[in-house]
């Protein structure tokens, strides 16, 4: 049984439910679920290019790497390690900042 048992009709013309079509199409939504999130206060953000996962990879992969040579230099060996670490953080802000960009819905 469905949960939301409340329904409305919309009228619309036809370029309105076009407009709506591409909009939830680019989310990745239905015009439902699109319409949903809309007046719960958010605007649904588009589904990210192809190529945003292996962008965020790679990024995720520096960040590794960057990890491993913090813990070579607190082992004693000679590295920079607080110019490291204020690289690495900026690195960890822009990761996240590039998720929220790109992934989260805005609220309207």
Known sequence: MRKRNSAILV???RDEMEQLEKKAR???LSKEGYIRMYISGYNPKETPPADYRDMMNE???ISRNMNQIAHIANSGK????E???RELKKLEKAIVKINNAVLNPEET
């Open 83 to 85: 110019r490291y670490w």
């Open 11 to 13: 009228r619309l013309y």
């Open 26 to 28: 680019r989310c990745g």
């Open 78 to 81: 000679h590295i920079e390690s």
């Open 59 to 61: 990024l995720y992969a």
